[in-house]
């Protein structure tokens, strides 16, 4: 009895590790699967809605999941579902990625199915905001977010500093990156909170620095990707200028010291319009303005993501019916309560202000509208992974009050160039 | 002479005399066996072994996720592990982590584990204290420790209490690597020190007693018992402080991302970037196999030196 009874519990024991791996058929209905950045509950219920108008229409879809990833490690992570041969069908996708899942042929073309939409108005599409997810005149993603920068200010703390207002300093023409960084060195003197901070950066972040050395008409690298930027004058003069900033005049905070403007903690900004939410109850006045006029004149720069159907996803056609549908005239409007469309049509203070009930057409108006058409998008290159951490590494020396600027980013420069041309 | 042994009743085995013979209360004992390890087994099998040979299998070919390319390269990335320029400095990064880590925490722990075996009034509490690091979430503890280390963090503020300017902790090259060693020790510390505790209370009383009489110090009883009678204890310590830092990842992930530079690019660290965010698996892979043969190596070196100085092992 003894044993029998052993036997039993080892055979009970044994199925457990045998978990079967199921596999449905494909014949009936499918289910599509979305990876976004962001688990705001507002954004995943506007998604929803618009898949759940999606499946009414069509029985041969009968779910659409939205499954949010954590924004930091968002590209490896989904790097690593198409790994393990776990691909979702939709992704969200970076604009830092974009050279990567473009050119490799990670993405389904999606000119035809768009321009082939009834009703999808495929012209009305802004050649500058689809230029990055574009090879040729083949389109591979949805630029479905295009964001200008600017700079959020908190009035409040420079006036404690007896400081202008930005909308003073606009009007005066001082907007520009000495006089504003003359304002945060200011406000740190003054009250103890930092001036300005270009959020996302935290010294590791780099391109978010692309706000601000573009006034001074400098560039990561050439138009074509092959030569480095870094060494070149212009740079030289914008990284000079930001690393005074920072450990001679204190206008911005150090390495290793964080300030959250939306709590508070920094007199301005640099980010985009999409954080205005975080200022519903903010108990300081604030302003929303476009970046600072650098040596270079004024200019913008735009960060976008980007919406693409996976090659190896389980059900490529139909998600890229889905993408046309979910990104159409009408949708698109919905999706602008979010995110700045790329449609010519929908850039208006009206269609934008309805998303964003915080901000003044005014503000919308300078701000995106007036500055989407000529952004730069920030650096992206293929290789981008490998390129972010080597720019990283190779600044970091830069970050100490006593660095060699010129030397430093001629190194940067040596360490970049195989990347650059591989 | 019968071949077979049976532990059944000879009674039973009379009464069923057309079962096979083979069929022993043996035979059924490691059957009952081999089933309830199965489960280990096949989770060893599914979880390890698999992703081992796997690995080796990976590393001879180019794989990018992206492209969707997996193509025989054959030693390819052995060559270019061969002639990696960041290689070196990420295998001294690794060998100065770990150097640092097995040191501080097997002597601090020992160091512990000698004061709080003495009889004295509160070691029960710091016991707890030493020890309650290890029960903490590994992540926790780290993002924790990033916020003192700051620039503007508790440690500086600590030590202007003292009139004393600490330096930027995570953004100087040795800081930084002297940072990680430190918060991982004292993540981990305590389980060392509770293999420690238990080894010195396992040494008779009667040798320290006997060379107490002998007219033996402190000093002389200490290397001449305990640490004889805790050598296999320290042998344990020692191979899975090792192991351990050679696998460290989260917290250099959370601390310095492997920065400033490349300084606390550990050997993980550089193979999670090139798998996970270069998106070449193959060459991740190459670095995993180099892992394990380094892992392999120092246990095996470590095992066999264990006859020259660990008590019973020779």
């Known amino acids: 009895m003894k044993h029998g009874r052993q036997l039993l519990a080892a055979a009970a024991a044994a199925p457990l590790v045998l978990a079967a791996c199921g596999g449905g058929g494909d014949d009936g209905p499918v289910t599509l699967r979305m990876t976004t950045w962001s688990a705001s509950e507002d954004h995943l219920a506007m998604l929803n809605e618009i898949a759940d108008a999606y499946i009414a229409d069509h029985p041969d879809v009968e779910a659409i999941e939205f499954d949010p990833l954590p924004f930091e490690g968002y590209t490896s992570t989904l790097t690593t579902q198409i790994a393990g041969d776990n691909a979702p069908d939709l992704a969200w996708i970076l604009e830092n990625s974009a050279p990567d899942f473009v050119s490799s042929g990670a993405l389904v073309p999606l000119s035809e199915t768009l321009s082939g939409t009834e009703g999808y108005e495929y012209d009305d599409l ?270 970091d020396p830069l970050w100490t009050a006593d660095a060699d600027v010129a030397g430093v980013l001629a190194e940067l420069c040596t360490a970049i160039d195989p990347l650059l041309t591989q | 002479m019968t071949a077979v042994k049976t532990d059944a009743p000879p009674g039973r085995e009379q009464s069923r005399p057309g079962r096979p013979g083979w069929w022993t209360a043996r035979r059924r004992d490691h059957l009952a066996g081999f089933l309830f390890t199965a489960p280990q087994l096949a989770g060893t099998l599914l979880f390890v072994l698999l992703p081992l040979g796997l690995m080796f299998w990976y590393s001879f070919h180019d794989w990018n996720v992206l492209a969707g390319g997996f193509t025989w390269t054959g030693g390819e990335n052995y060559e270019r592990l061969a002639q990696d320029p960041a290689l070196p400095g990420v295998l001294g990064a690794t060998a100065a982590f770990s150097v640092g880590l097995v040191a501080l925490n097997l002597s601090l722990a020992l160091v512990l584990a000698i004061l709080l075996n003495q009889r004295l009034a509160g070691t029960i509490v710091f016991r707890t204290i030493f020890f309650s690091p290890v029960a903490v979430t590994l992540v926790a503890w780290t993002i924790v420790w990033r916020f003192l280390l700051q620039d503007d963090g508790g440690v500086n503020g600590l030590l202007s209490v003292f009139g004393a300017e600490g330096p930027n902790w995570l953004r100087g090259e040795t800081t930084a690597m002297v940072s990680v060693v430190v918060v991982q020790v004292l993540k981990n510390v305590g389980l060392n020190m509770v293999l420690f505790l238990a080894a010195l209370q396992g040494v008779p009383k009667e040798l320290y007693e006997a060379s107490t009489i002998d007219g033996a110090g402190a000093w002389t009883r200490f290397r001449r018992i305990t640490m004889p009678m805790i050598s296999p204890t320290i042998l344990l310590t020692s191979i899975i402080t090792v192991v351990g830092s050679l696998q460290v990842f989260a917290q250099i992930d959370v601390l310095t991302s492997g920065g400033p530079g490349t300084s606390t690019t550990v050997l993980v660290y550089y193979l999670y970037q090139n798998a996970f965010q270069f998106h070449d698996f193959g060459y991740g892979a190459t670095l995993s196999v180099l892992l394990f043969a380094i892992v392999l190596v120092l246990t095996v070196i470590q095992w066999q030196m264990r006859r020259k100085w660990v008590v019973h092992e020779d």
């Open chain 1, 126 to 395: 802004i050649p500058a905001a689809t230029e990055l997810w574009r090879e040729g005149d083949e389109l591979y993603a949805y630029p479905f977010s295009t964001s200008p920068f600017g700079v959020f200010v908190n009035n409040d703390l420079l006036a404690e500093a007896g400081q202008p207002t930005a909308a003073e300093l606009i009007a005066n023409g001082e907007w520009t990156w000495e006089r504003v960084i003359e304002a945060g060195a200011a406000v740190h003197a003054a009250t103890g909170t930092d001036g300005l901070v270009i959020r996302d950066f935290d010294y590791s972040g780099w391109d978010n620095l692309s706000t601000l050395w573009t006034g001074w008409g400098a560039q990561a690298w050439s138009a074509d990707g092959a030569d480095c930027g870094f060494d070149d004058p212009e740079m030289t003069e914008a990284l000079t200028f930001m690393h005074d900033a920072v450990f001679e005049q204190e206008a911005m905070p150090g390495p290793g010291t964080t300030a959250d403007f939306f709590a508070g903690e920094a007199a301005m900004t640099v980010t985009q319009i999409s954080r205005a939410g975080l200022l519903a109850e903010a108990e300081f006045g604030w302003d929303l303005v476009p970046l600072p006029a650098g040596p270079a004149g004024e200019y913008s720069v735009i960060g976008q993501g980007g919406l693409g159907v996976l090659t190896v996803a389980p059900h490529p056609e139909e998600a890229a019916d889905f993408l046309a549908y979910m990104t159409n005239p009408e949708n698109s409007v919905k999706l602008a309560q979010y995110f700045p469309p790329p449609r010519e049509s929908q850039l208006t203070a009206e269609v934008l202000g309805q998303a964003n009930p915080l901000l003044t057409p005014e503000q919308l108006q300078a701000v995106v509208i007036d500055r989407i058409d000529s952004g730069v998008v920030k650096p992206s290159h293929t290789g981008q992974a490998q390129l972010d951490q080597a720019v990283r590494a190779a600044l």
